[in-house]
């Protein structure tokens, strides 16, 4: 077939699509997320669907952070990040939201 091919129907599903899942019943969740990436609005907005349906969300942004930037450990908004990981890790009964 010469052109574009349509996508398969479950890209759009909601099982592998958060942005049109379910949000209900999520376990307790820490997203890091780089204010100058490009997903930044959607995940901002997956944080407030998540704890608007009653899931225990909690989005941390990095207003100089970008795409992945936790893995770019020489930089402060990575280190901050491994340090409130750090705390939650030693503390788990205290609430990621």
């Keep these: ?23 209900d019943g999520l376990p307790p969740t820490l997203v890091f997320q780089g204010g100058r990436d490009i997903f930044f609005d959607d995940v901002v907005a997956f944080g407030r669907r998540a704890r608007d349906a009653g899931s225990p969300v909690r989005v941390v942004t990095a207003p100089a952070g970008f795409h992945v930037y936790v893995g770019a450990f020489w930089t402060p ?7 409130l990981v750090g705390a939650l890790s030693r503390h788990p009964s205290e609430s990621v939201t």
């Design 1 to 23: 077939m010469v052109g574009p091919r349509p996508l398969p129907r479950i890209c759009g599903a909601g099982s592998v699509n958060p942005a049109r899942a379910e949000l």
């Design 77 to 83: 908004e990575a280190r901050s990040a491994y340090a």
